[in-house]
């Protein structure tokens, strides 16, 4: 194993580490790295991913050690140009997955999801509020997704669900989850259905349907085909609103800042090779900071699913235009600064980093929102404006350029085509694409 491919996998590691850690299973040329994010990590979740774990903090410290090595500063760009910014992903590219097309998950993704406490607690109102609404005992639920706890299908029998069928596509997590079911004694409340929701015909209609399959982009988890199918077949009343949790998923997007972006650059270091993989951070770390307020980009809406309007906003061309904000840049640069303080760079180097940082760009990132009944709303990053908050969903950030877009005073003008090529199948991927460039001297 060579020295500098062994700085590139430490680097590389830290790089992606933008959780509080991630576990690389393929440690070979730098190309070739695939990186498993599985929706999330917990922040203190480590026993569970192996092969390969190197803390954010830990890799930073080595960097800032090696950045006499690797820096480039963002170059400064001429009045008057405009900077061209792309990239383009599939939904599976840096998930896991057992297939080329549907996003699976590890089990410490299942456990960071369960253990949410911006989530899970959340939809137990809401499933409490839609039995709440009906006769105990009298309600069929369906949870579509059920994951290895069955976690909802059991907290809908809890709270007094008549029958709840629960649809599992993986067959080790399935048979997991019939174990938990018969150890929890809801063997004659809770009926396993194995494998897609597609293939699946249900005993009987139900009243509400429970579906946690909303990703990081909120459609990279194949909701848009899954919840197109369970419309027509599954529900008494789809088109109603209450009979859907979520009954609407949204992803945002804003042009974001990146630390580590910054600090490592060519030669040794060459972002392309991620090849549009972007990079998924945990909602609230301060190494991605956000350049403008955010735009809605996906809006779901579960009971209109069939509808034209929905058909209408899929699948075509969204041009977005950001004004890159100065008073953002400004509040952005002294949370850079602790962050490269806190990877040890020295305060004069942390202030030159946070300073080119703050007035930079490196991609459009994007993150999730959910509605899961009246009121009751789950936001991964803060809403509106997107700051940073607890959540196991991830920010998403497609990396659109070798090198930061630098020179950013505030008043430039981000223009991106955005297309997002989401199937009607459950098991074709989801492809994404962001084509623009940064607009100077306006
Ligand atoms: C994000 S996990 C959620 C697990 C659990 N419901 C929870 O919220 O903690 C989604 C689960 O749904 C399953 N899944 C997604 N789409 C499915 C489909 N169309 N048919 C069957 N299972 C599906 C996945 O395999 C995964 O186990």
Redesign the pocket.
């Known amino acids: 194993m060579s020295n500098q491919w062994l700085l590139s996998l430490v680097l590389f590691a830290g790089i992606c580490s933008v959780q509080s850690f991630v576990s690389l299973s393929k440690t070979q040329t730098l190309g070739n790295l695939h990186l498993c994010f599985a929706?999330t990590q917990s922040e203190d979740e480590t026993s569970l991913v192996p092969p390969v774990m190197i803390s954010r903090r830990d890799a930073l410290i080595t960097a800032a050690g090696l950045a006499a090595l690797v820096a480039s500063a963002p170059a400064a760009i001429a009045a008057d140009t405009s900077v061209p910014i792309k990239a383009s992903w599939s939904s599976v590219d840096g998930l896991n997955s057992n297939s080329d097309d549907?996003?699976?998950?590890d089990m410490s993704a299942?456990k960071a999801?369960?253990q949410d406490p911006t989530?899970?607690p959340l939809?137990r109102k809401a499933i409490e509020q839609r039995l709440a609404a009906a006769p105990s005992e009298s309600l069929v639920a369906l949870?579509?997704?059920?994951?290895?706890?069955a976690?909802?299908a059991i907290i809908a029998a809890e709270l007094g669900a008549k029958q709840v069928y629960a649809?599992?596509?993986?067959p080790a997590?399935a048979a997991s989850a019939r174990d938990v079911i018969r150890k929890a004694g809801w063997t004659d409340v809770i009926t396993v259905l194995e494998?897609?929701?597609?293939d699946?015909t249900l005993p009987e209609k139900a009243d509400f349907c429970?579906a946690?399959?909303?990703g990081s982009v909120a459609t990279e988890?194949?909701a848009y085909?899954?919840i197109r199918?369970a419309h027509t077949r599954f529900l008494k009343e789809p088109e109603n609103a209450a009979n859907w949790i979520p009954s609407r998923i949204q992803t945002y997007a804003a042009p974001a800042s990146y630390g580590l972006h910054n600090l490592f650059g060519p030669p040794e270091f060459d972002w392309m090779k991620l090849n549009g993989e972007p990079v998924r951070f945990n909602c609230r770390d301060p190494g991605l900071q956000l350049l403008a307020d955010p735009v809605l980009v996906e809006d779901l809406s579960f009971c209109s699913i069939l509808s034209k309007a929905q058909d209408d906003l899929m699948n075509k061309q969204q041009d977005l235009a950001f004004i890159i904000d100065a008073k953002r840049m400004e509040q952005n640069q002294p949370l850079l600064y602790d962050e490269f303080r806190r990877g040890n760079s020295s305060p004069a180097e942390s202030e030159r980093l946070a300073s080119e940082t703050a007035h930079s760009l490196s991609g459009i990132a994007l993150w999730p929102r959910l509605f899961l009944g009246d009121d009751i709303m789950i936001d991964s990053r803060g809403y509106p404006s997107g700051t940073p908050q607890r959540s196991h969903w991830q920010t998403v950030l497609p990396i659109m350029s070798g090198r930061p877009v630098g020179g950013l005073i505030g008043g430039e003008k981000v223009v991106v085509a955005l297309n997002f090529d989401v199937p009607k199948s459950?098991t074709k991927s989801s492809k994404y694409s962001m084509d623009g460039r940064v607009e100077f001297g306006l």
């Open positions: 929706r549907f996003v699976s998950f299942y999801m369960e989530r899970t939809f949870d579509l997704g059920t994951g290895p706890v976690l909802f649809i599992e596509a993986n997590v494998g897609f929701s597609t699946i429970i946690e399959i909303c988890e194949g085909a899954t199918d459950v």
